[in-house]
């Protein structure tokens, strides 16, 4: 028997998301049906709905990916899933192919034809996609085992939410990827849902020197409470921010992050990174076809680029540490979470992201 649920459709690139029922398929061989309790607002998704984002998206679709809920049922073949479990939402690790059983990276196997390009499993009388094989923005969903991490129960759902994909992009940036070290130095590009979990992150690694840049102030006050040592306006350095970085870390910084998804920004990052070993860790989604202009001869100067999805996390083997420390309080969500949601509300909720207001909006059902 179908599962009727309500859920927020994509139609047309751009054009408001409708609230309508949408019937799922029972879960079958290795699938679990999840009755979500919450669902956060990721710039990425707005970036699919609008028809930019080099992720794309089948229409119909249901989008969302930031999501963690209760499984009530699991198909033939789940092991590692009960009715009952609390579970987030994450990309995929089966576990059993060679980039799972590899020690290298977070890309399991079946991400490597692309995050956007997942089959469809949730229909209607037309045949409605799950965006990343999810589609969080939905009471209910169905989707595999392999993108579902089984969690204690005493944490927040709406704050387990945000691990789902933000909070673990920017934590994990800094701490997985790129392997921040205690007594380095770190600017962040970017103080956004993601930016400021990087500086969480490098304040847990032990970063001595923690900068952060935004054109918004509030944003470099928030980023200074939850550890950046400083914060730099570039409106006030003219077009010389990178030399002024620069002169502040006394050479260049040992690890800088690019949170936005701009191009002149990644740019500006890797140049802030120290001649010999400095490490550019690109975390910000830039539009679909858009090119970096990368002089290599920064390069050849000892920096080194490279990018992270997820921050180099893997979900079933990684995240359930990541919510111990959220529960330690080793890094705060709570107060980064600006908006809670009914599902009725996701226009409204993506409405704020467009100005640039708030910091993590979550529908919570
Ligand atoms: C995305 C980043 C780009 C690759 C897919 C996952 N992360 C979440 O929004
Ligand atoms: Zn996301």
Redesign the pocket.
């Known amino acids: 028997m179908p599962i009727k649920t309500d859920a927020a459709i994509v139609f047309e690139v751009n054009q408001p998301m409708v609230i309508d029922q949408v019937e799922l398929d029972p879960p079958g061989e290795g699938e679990v049906l999840v009755e979500l309790k919450a669902a956060g607002l ?3 998704d707005l970036g699919i709905w609008e028809g930019h984002s080099p ?1 794309g998206a089948n229409l119909p679709v249901v989008l969302g ?1 930031e999501g963690a809920g209760i499984v009530l049922e699991t198909g033939p073949g789940v092991t590692d899933l009960k009715p009952g479990d609390h579970v987030i939402t994450f ?1 995929p690790e089966c576990q059993v192919c060679g980039a799972c059983h590899s020690t290298k990276g977070n890309f399991c196997e079946s991400v490597l034809a692309g ?1 956007g390009s997942e089959p469809s499993i949730s229909a209607d009388k037309n045949r409605v996609f799950a965006g990343y094989g999810l589609g969080t923005f939905a009471n209910h969903l169905v989707t595999t085992s392999s993108r579902l991490v089984s969690v204690r129960k005493d944490a927040p759902f709406d704050q387990i939410s945000y691990l789902s ?2 909070a673990t ?1 920017g934590l994990g940036a800094a701490l997985v990827e790129a392997k921040v070290e205690a007594g380095s130095s770190v600017i962040v590009f970017g103080l956004g849902g993601i930016g400021l979990n990087i500086i969480q992150g490098a304040r847990i690694a032990g970063a001595r020197m923690i900068i952060g840049v935004d054109i918004n102030e509030d944003r470099g006050a928030m980023a200074v409470r939850l550890g950046a040592t400083h914060f730099v306006n570039p409106r006030n350095h003219g077009d010389n921010i990178v030399g002024h970085l620069i002169e502040l870390t006394g050479g260049g910084a040992d690890y800088t992050f690019e949170a936005v998804g701009h191009i002149r920004l990644m740019e500006q990052a890797l140049a802030s990174a120290r001649i010999g070993w400095g490490v550019c860790t690109i975390v910000g ?1 830039a539009p679909n076809g858009e090119k970096l202009g990368v002089l290599p001869f920064d390069l050849i100067m000892g920096r080194k680029l490279q990018g992270t ?2 921050g180099g996390v893997r979900g079933k083997s990684q995240l359930p540490e990541f919510v111990d420390w959220l529960m330690e309080g080793r890094f705060d969500l709570k107060s980064l979470i600006t908006a809670r949601l009914p599902l009725s509300k996701i226009n409204e909720g993506y409405d704020v992201m467009r100005r640039g207001e708030g910091m993590r909006s979550i529908i919570t059902f």
């Open positions: 990721c710039h990425t992720i990916h990309a995050y994909c933000g992009t989604v999805a997820m």
